[in-house]
């Protein structure tokens, strides 16, 4: 009989090691999270700000700066802390002369809603990010529980059947077993098709208990996740040989500040400008507090400029904003110049052929450009190239007053190819791997005289190709 | 003890076929992705029915069947994943018998929802017809 206990107590033992293991299985988990990439117009400076995936909390946050070319060499500091939460330990990355990748290390604390502070020293730019945490569905915490409730009630049943005197007893704790078993099979074989919570950040805001645990978010009441649209205002202010834009974002129900922007392409908000002369530009304006956005224009032109503005709202989709105002920059403007059309070009040192099949409304337009002469182009924000559409544009006229009132404004991609098994997400800029070809299909829904821009990035520079398109009627005549 | 064996052997075998028949029931899915995708529709002059090879994820070969109207110049197929905004170039289809085209190569190189869109043009103009097709990884 003694025998028999001592085996009972140490099946007991085995078994409350058994629940020990199950406990600590549950801590761990697939890391949540990939790294998260955002282009910035920081003072004069272009830059890709990489917050790598944190594994652990607390743990390092790893930052990669990186510059392109024409950023000059200096020092960033670099601060995390909550939404408000003003100062934590900061990391001083020095941005040398060649364009490329910096690194800097940080060290985040908790879980939830984070901020990264990029500070060149005249303005700081908040990055909004979300630290995860690796969650467990309740299906898989049943999981779990059933297979330990199921090993535990085998061994009750094993020692019940050792020593009870009548043999019906041994059938409760092993119909115990049974159903524990049932459960957790059903649990295991349910995971799977279980619906993943709202993600906090992405389609709900990220509240600390909302990270913690997405399963406790109350889902609303309609699938309907969308938030109204948003309300640019634009202010210009010169300083000396640049222009600073001041951008305020307004929801268009309340009114109050719009803080709730998605990191989309590659970038908080997409600003194109473009200029009286015909000129393009496409940057990425810096959150400085919630709402506002600052970018900075180097070497402005006299005239007049039209602006416009994509962003991702969270919960929703991509909005155009369009400004209705664009903004003035006084002076004489100078004529616009004309692109070529398609053709083979030289554009500051690399050599661009763009071919054009189509060019009718209402049908699909494929553009083609060759960049270089090798696969050696880098993805910029997250594609190998970017299309930019504005038409149709009247002749003999300054072309930020016409785009200002052009029916189309259009953003195209080239996507990065897909590599078969990859992981740990897209490539990023450092691949130089891609092109020289790349390809655009667009449907011109107006026939017309269009100014497109082809964006690649090369040498961590950016090749912005300027062509001039002309779209003739569709085969149903102008819709 | 063999007499019980006897009779203990249909038990054991018909438990195994019920096993095994739950587990046929519990695992077994309809076939998906590997098999051709036969889609149709129709416009107000023509039927289309498109086939598509393979409906996963690389480069598969897409037949279009065009009923109705006959004197049929072009057909071509225009992919695009709305989701991702991404369309790409058209593609002809070359004609391959009476009323039958085909695009031997379909680059639909992303898993999810895509869209492609038919056109017929003949004498009277182009016709467009979309057929949403799910592309699995």
Known sequence: ?479 | MTRRWMRAAPVAALLVAVVVAAAVVLFARPGSGSAPAALEAATSRHGVRLVVDAARAGTTGVDVEVSGAPDVDEVRIEPAMPHMGHALPPIPAQRTGDGRYRAAEVPLDMAGQWELTVVVDDARGAERVVFPLLISG
């Open chain 1, 1 to 479: 009989m003694r025998t028999t206990e001592k085996t009972i107590a140490a099946l007991l033992l085995s078994a409350l090691a058994t629940l020990c293991g199950g406990a600590l299985a549950l801590a761990d988990g697939a890391p949540a999270g990939g790294d998260v990439h955002v282009a910035q117009t920081l003072g004069d400076r272009e830059l890709t700000v990489v917050l790598r995936r944190v594994d652990a909390v607390p743990g390092p946050l790893r930052v990669d700066v990186i510059t392109h070319e024409g950023s000059a060499p200096g020092e960033l500091r670099l601060r995390v802390a909550r939404p408000g939460g003003g100062g934590g330990p900061e990391a001083v990355v020095a941005l040398g002369a060649t364009p490329g990748p910096h690194h800097g290390t940080l060290r985040v604390d908790t879980a939830g809603p984070q901020e990264l502070a990029v500070d060149d020293g005249e303005r700081v730019a908040l990055i909004p990010f979300v630290v995860p945490v690796a969650v467990m569905s309740p299906a898989e915490g049943l999981t779990y529980r059933g297979f330990v409730a199921a090993g535990l009630l085998l061994l009750v049943a094993l020692g019940t059947a050792v020593t009870a005197r009548h043999g019906w007893v041994v059938l409760l704790p092993a119909g115990g077993f049974v159903a524990a078993l049932a459960v957790a099979v059903t649990a295991a074989l349910l995971s799977a098709s279980t619906p993943a919570p709202p993600r906090p950040g992405e389609d709900v805001d990220a509240t600390e208990d909302a990270v913690r645990d997405p399963y406790s978010v109350q889902r609303p009441s309609t699938s309907d996740l969308s938030r109204p649209p948003v309300t640019l205002l634009l202010r210009a202010g010169s300083t000396g040989d640049a222009l600073d834009l001041e951008l305020s974002l307004t929801d268009g129900a309340s009114g109050r500040p719009v803080d709730d922007l998605l990191v989309h392409d590659d970038a908080l908000m997409h600003l194109v400008v473009v200029t009286p002369s015909g000129g393009l530009r496409h940057v990425h304006p810096v959150r400085v507090s919630p709402g506002e956005y600052r970018a900075r224009l180097r070497a402005p032109e006299p005239g007049h400029h039209a602006v416009s503005a994509e962003i991702s709202r969270r919960g929703g989709g991509v909005q155009l904003l369009r400004s209705p105002t664009g903004f003035d920059v006084p002076g004489t403007p100078v004529d616009p110049s004309s692109p070529p059309a398609a053709g083979a070009r030289d554009v500051n040192g690399t050599p661009v052929d763009v071919a054009v099949t189509g060019a009718r409304a209402g049908e699909p337009t494929t553009i083609t450009a060759r960049v270089g002469t090798t696969a050696d182009l880098q993805p910029w924000l997250g594609m190998v190239g970017h299309l930019i559409v504005v038409g149709p544009l009247p002749d003999g006229e300054p072309v930020g007053d016409a785009a200002q009132r052009a029916p189309v404004w259009a953003h195209a991609h080239a996507m990065v190819p897909l590599t078969p098994g990859a992981t740990g997400g897209p490539p990023d800029e450092t691949v130089a791997a891609y092109g020289p070809v790349v390809t655009f299909t667009h449907t011109f829904p107006l026939p017309g005289r269009y100014r497109v821009w082809v964006q690649n990035q090369r040498d961590y520079a950016l090749v912005t190709t300027p062509v001039l398109l002309d779209v003739g009627a569709g085969e149903g005549g102008t819709p």
